[in-house]
């Protein structure tokens, strides 16, 4: 549905907030992406690119919001402080090498840090048949988990777009997604990255290699007294274009944005 609107509505951005605002954070970067902003209150769609925010791509670790959702709802976990065990080696050629996250490990943990192996070792427990289940029932992306390799959110077919991104924000926070409320105050909790006196910021991060780019992601929302602000923000390069900041810049992008915006400090 929010969907729909947003084709029918298209925000001119220019008139409010400057086309070049949007644009200039990703020049800066040296780096092709978009940002797609939803405007709670007024249910407003904003966007740098239209197209590019309903192409969709594989979500990397984004896809932790609704996996740990699905974790919690399947009592593979039963909270934040489940402990996942390390299963003494990991692909670092995939991953790269992280000694730091290479012991057992919370589940808060896993999702600050975004310890990808600890999720691959819940999805081997989850299994894909309900995966599959979740994912339809909460209209999450193509919802294609059909790869062998566990990490289908890394690798594989599965792809979301920065629209539907911001479409299973919207139903976190307003808890209407195919989950109980146990499991929402467990994820929102967890996907807390700034808490300041005028707002609270819940997000996450995602990069994944796969096909020979590099896509790198941060999604998430800013609740004010006032107003909640989703985002949504995707980067996308070749592997062979040589770009130290790639990392950096997903929330550099966004935040310069937020704050031309007056949505945080």
């Not at 001119?12 to 709670?40: E, M």
């Not at 048949?129 to 990490?151: C, M, Q, T």
């Not at 300041?196 to 790198?216: E, I, P, S, V």
Request: glycine letters at 6%.
């Amino acid at each position: 549905m929010r969907q729909a609107i947003f084709l029918l509505a298209i925000f001119a951005v220019s008139k409010l907030y400057g086309q070049a605002n949007l644009s200039t954070p990703f020049h800066d970067c040296n780096i092709k992406g978009s940002i797609t902003i939803y405007d709670y209150n007024a249910k407003k769609w904003i966007s740098s690119d239209i197209t590019d925010s309903h192409f969709g791509t594989l979500p990397a670790s984004t896809f932790k919001i609704i996996n740990t959702l699905i974790a919690l709802e399947t009592g593979v976990i039963d909270n934040e402080n489940s402990i996942v065990k390390w299963p003494g080696e990991t692909d670092t050629i995939k991953y790269g090498h992280r000694p730091d996250i290479y012991h057992d490990i919370s589940i808060k943990e896993a999702f600050k840090l975004s310890a990808g192996w600890a999720y691959v070792e819940l999805s081997k427990r989850i299994g894909k048949e309900r995966y599959k289940r979740f994912l339809v029932d909460a209209h999450y992306g193509n919802a294609d988990v059909s790869i062998k390799d566990p990490d289908f959110w890394n690798f594989g077919k599965l792809a979301i777009s920065p629209a539907n991104q911001i479409e299973m924000l919207i139903g976190v926070h307003e808890e209407t997604l195919p989950f109980s409320k146990k499991s929402f105050s467990i994820l929102k909790e967890m996907m807390i990255e700034e808490q300041t006196n005028n707002y609270t910021l819940r997000a996450k991060t995602g990069w994944t290699r796969d096909g020979g780019k590099d896509t790198g992601w941060w999604v998430g929302y800013v609740e004010r007294k006032d107003n909640i602000y989703f985002f949504a923000t995707r980067l996308i390069k070749d592997r062979t274009t040589f770009n130290p900041d790639f990392g950096k810049c997903r929330k550099e992008i966004t935040k310069t944005i937020l704050r031309q915006m007056g949505v945080i400090d």
